[in-house]
């Protein structure tokens, strides 16, 4: 699976972030737009290998980037600097990928711009156009882009969602494991809990519901 189509795999959670903050004074399509920064801050720095579920670190850092909306006044700024920086960046990352046939990681982009990890991600996303994320969902893409959030509301965050999904019953906690920290298929999921893939997912839907609910 390529980066971009994990992007839109996970594009569900920009969308279940940004609902909780609807009504608040910022349009949707902003809270959705940071949203999507943060998910794409989430995909270039996840780490497979700790053992730790995209989702459950994805998610703090998506709402870390809705909250900093917030605290902007509503307007993500890119300074003048980050700009430059992110011609730099693009340039790097076009000879890189043609020299090895991939894109570089963000590390590997650090490296060769002489900047932190954090810094590289930020200028490689601020130079991105707005581009569609996905096809299926009902509300339309967002821009890649990266920042970083703050560590106490990963950690609060973090805190919150584990307690709202021990709070639901024991099947509709298993449904939920499995689906977003397990990051089994509908199929499989319907399989291991003897339901059906329809049942899944109209079971699924409620859930996020009310963990939303919650949430809020």
Do not use: W
């Not at 959705?32 to 996840?46: E, I, N, R, T, W």
């Not at 570089?104 to 707005?130: C, H, I, K, T, Y």
């Not at 906690?173 to 977003?180: D, K, P, S, V």
């Amino acid at each position: 699976m390529t980066r971009d189509e994990f992007i839109a795999e996970n594009i569900g959670l920009v969308h279940a972030c940004a609902r909780r903050f609807s009504g608040r004074g910022i349009e949707y399509d902003d809270l959705y737009q940071a949203g999507c920064m943060g998910l794409v801050k989430a995909v270039d720095h996840f780490e497979p290998e700790r053992g730790l579920c995209f989702s459950t670190y994805a998610v703090p850092v998506i709402l870390g980037e809705i909250r900093r909306l917030f605290r902007d006044g509503g307007a993500v700024k890119v300074s003048r600097g980050l700009k430059e920086l992110s011609v730099k960046a693009a340039r790097c990352s076009s000879e890189f990928t043609a020299q090895n046939g991939r894109p570089p990681r963000v590390s590997e982009l650090a490296e060769l711009l002489g900047v932190s990890e954090e810094e590289a991600a930020m200028a490689l996303g601020a130079g991105q156009p707005p581009v569609s994320l996905t096809e299926s969902e009902e509300e339309g893409g967002g821009q890649k882009s990266v920042v970083v959030e703050a560590p106490e509301e990963s950690i609060t965050d973090r805190l919150a969602l584990h307690q709202a999904v021990a709070s639901l019953e024991q099947q509709d906690r298993a449904l939920i494991t499995a689906r977003y920290f397990q990051h089994k298929t509908q199929n499989q999921t319907a399989a291991e809990l003897g339901m059906t893939q329809v049942q899944v997912s109209r079971r699924e839907k409620k859930i996020l519901q009310m963990l939303r609910g919650l949430l809020l």
